[in-house]
Each structure stands twice: as structure tokens, then as C-alpha cells.
Antibody, heavy 120, light 107 residues
Framework: QVQLVQSGAEVKKPGASVKVSCKAS????????MHWVRQAPGQGLEWMGW????????YYALSFEGRVTMTRDTSINTAYLDLNRLRNDDTAVYYC?????????????WGQGTLVTVSS | DIQMTQSPSSLSASVGDRVTITCRAS??????LGWYQQKPGKAPKRLIY???SLQSGVPSRFSGSGYGKEFTLTISSLQPEDCATYYCLQHHGYPLTFGQGTRLEIK
């Protein structure tokens, strides 16, 4: 079955960068788009963008443009989220979510989440 | 951006009750909407896609309806394990946007 396993929690200082990984199993990463969504403590869900792992094409929400990079390594079935120039309000759980086969814009299977804490 | 307004923001209901949650879009989004359930400390789980299609493995007490601007998620007979926060997500336009969530508690 499809499983997305994300890397462990991170603590970063303001201004630093973080890289979160999302390893897919049960399917070939390049076959489906991957979305990234975040959730600040006690808050709702915020969509960040997607990557087409087959081509490497990406689409980022405007609010993250210039600070976010989504990449992938198809040889190890893993997608990555890089966020730089971290601020305190980037503290959140970051999720990867696979787009479904019928419409790549519909997230269906989710990773367990990675808590990123930004604090001086 | 397309704004998704969910109501109510929270509700309390009894086991066996029929529960309805509404999502309104700031512009028409056809049927490009999904519903997600999130339990504390867990990742969201998709319940409904394309506004009214039930995700495989999801109990049939969950149903979705709507087209254009107004959508509903209905739980026909509330169960204790349905205690969670529910979100709608539109994927008609960029950026994809979620409703603010509806926290459902069991009386």
C-alpha cells in the first residue's frame, strides 16, 4: 500500500534553512504529483505547492515564492521540501501528500508530518 | 485567491445525530472540492473527492454534495470515532485553499 514517511523533527534558528524529506513506498514516486502542506500550531492547513516528480516541474504558492524549493530524487523514491530564510511564524508541521491518479491537484495520501520549530 | 468559508467553526452533537458542515467558495469552483478529516496529532485523511465521491474505505455514513459555490459534508449517523476537525479544500484555482476547519465534538 502507499506510504509516505517523512524525516524527523527539526529545530532551526531564524534566518536558517530546513530540508524535509518524504520517502514514498508502494508506488513509483515519478508517477504522481507531490504536494506540500503546512499547519501552524493550533491552526488550519496551508497549501505550499507541488512538484511533478517525473519532470521536476514545480508550482509554488505566491506566499512562499523565493523561499521554497521542491525537489526529488527518483532513484530513492524521495521528495524534498527546502524552506530558507526561516521566520518564527514558519513553525509548523509540514506534510507531503500524493496527488491522486484522477486529478493531480487532489491530495489523497499524506505523510505523517514533520514538525519544524523556528526559535532563537 | 479563492476564499473557502466553512460553517460552523465548531459544533457539538450526540451519537446517532445527523451532522452537516457547509463550505462556501468566493467564486464558482465546479465540483473541484474535497473533504478531509483530521484527528489530533494525525495527518488529514481524505473522505470525499470531486464534491460527492466517497473515498475508498471511508464509511458510507459520510457523504458530500454541491456544485459551484456551495458544498456540504453530511454524516448521517454520528459515531464516537467521528470526533475530529473537518476541512474542505478547493483545487479549482491557484493557490489551492482550505476552509478554516470545523471542530466536531461528541456530546
Amino acid at each position: 500500500q502507499v506510504q509516505l514517511v517523512q524525516s524527523g523533527a527539526e529545530v532551526k534558528k531564524p534566518g536558517a534553512s530546513v530540508k524535509v524529506s518524504c520517502k514514498a513506498s508502494g508506488y513509483t514516486l515519478s508517477a504522481y504529483y507531490m504536494h506540500w502542506v503546512r499547519q501552524a500550531p493550533g491552526q488550519g492547513l496551508e497549501w505550499m505547492g507541488w512538484i511533478n516528480p517525473h519532470s521536476g516541474d514545480t508550482y509554488y504558492a505566491l506566499s512562499f515564492e523565493g523561499r521554497v524549493t521542491m525537489t526529488r530524487d527518483t532513484s530513492i523514491n524521495t521528495a524534498y521540501l527546502d524552506l530558507n530564510r526561516l521566520r518564527n511564524d514558519d513553525t509548523a508541521v509540514y506534510y507531503c501528500a500524493r496527488g491522486d491518479s484522477g486529478d493531480y491537484l487532489r491530495p489523497v495520501d499524506w505523510g505523517q508530518g514533520t514538525l519544524v520549530t523556528v526559535s532563537s | 485567491d479563492i476564499q473557502m468559508t466553512q460553517s460552523p467553526s465548531s459544533l457539538s452533537a450526540s451519537v446517532g445525530d445527523r451532522v452537516t458542515i457547509t463550505c462556501r467558495a468566493s467564486q464558482g469552483i465546479r465540483n473541484e472540492l474535497g473533504w478531509y478529516q483530521q484527528k489530533p496529532g494525525k495527518a488529514p485523511k481524505r473522505l470525499i473527492y470531486a464534491a460527492s465521491s466517497l473515498q475508498s474505505g471511508v464509511p458510507s455514513r459520510f457523504s458530500g454534495s454541491g456544485y459551484g459555490k456551495e458544498f456540504t459534508l453530511t454524516i448521517s449517523s454520528l459515531q464516537p470515532e467521528d470526533c475530529a476537525t473537518y476541512y474542505c479544500l478547493q483545487h479549482h484555482g491557484y493557490p489551492l485553499t482550505f476552509g478554516q476547519g470545523t471542530r466536531l465534538e461528541i456530546k
